[in-house]
């Protein structure tokens, strides 16, 4: 990566951060219900789809250029001595890889994930509070592992995982 390049880049991640740094702005849904969406989008290039070290591994170092659908969508309800919010987000991407490539490694995933949180205040000294979520995302190709293609007539997948997070906290005082 040349010194242009490092610079495009560092400046992508510095106005990205900042972009997600921004709230997402509340309406009004009616019986005290707040919510709001979003959808993100994205195009993307790597010089190193596979995360290959330079010079080694069994594939060579590839360009690919791709895209990222990323709704998110967030609802809101207080009661005055419970509140709760529950946070649904997806990620679509796709990349575009040489067809020497294209035909023997999956391109496409659909990740996403669910939020929820309640927070019971129980009188000025009780709390309570309930997390849990669940997430479906998948590695990148060549960053942790990728399974083979069992066959030529299929395609290599990334590795896929599902993930439950679940969380409660009392506190007094």
Not at 52 to 69: D, I, L, R, W
Not at 76 to 93: L, M
Not at 94 to 119: H, K, M, R, V
Not at 124 to 132: D, E, P
């Amino acid at each position: 990566m040349n010194h242009k390049q490092k610079c495009v880049l560092m400046f992508l991640l510095l106005g990205s951060g900042v972009a997600q740094a921004q709230t997402l702005v509340m309406k009004d849904l009616g019986n005290g219900f707040q919510g709001a969406a979003s959808v993100d989008l994205a195009w993307v290039h790597t010089d190193n789809y596979f995360y290959q070290p330079k010079g080694t591994g069994t594939v060579p170092e590839t360009s690919a250029n791709g895209y990222f659908v990323r709704p998110n969508m967030l609802i809101d309800r207080d009661f005055g001595a419970a509140s709760f919010k529950v946070r649904v987000a997806g990620e679509y991407s796709d990349f575009d890889l040489p067809q020497a490539f294209e035909n023997a490694y999956e391109t496409q995933n659909l990740d996403g994930n669910i939020a929820g949180s309640l927070d019971w205040r129980l009188g000025t000294r009780n709390r309570v509070n309930l997390l849990g979520e669940f997430r479906h995302s998948h590695d990148a190709f060549g960053a942790i592992t990728a399974r083979p293609a069992p066959n030529p007539a299929t395609k290599a997948e990334t590795d896929k995982w599902d993930q439950t997070f679940l969380s409660g906290t009392w506190r007094l005082g």
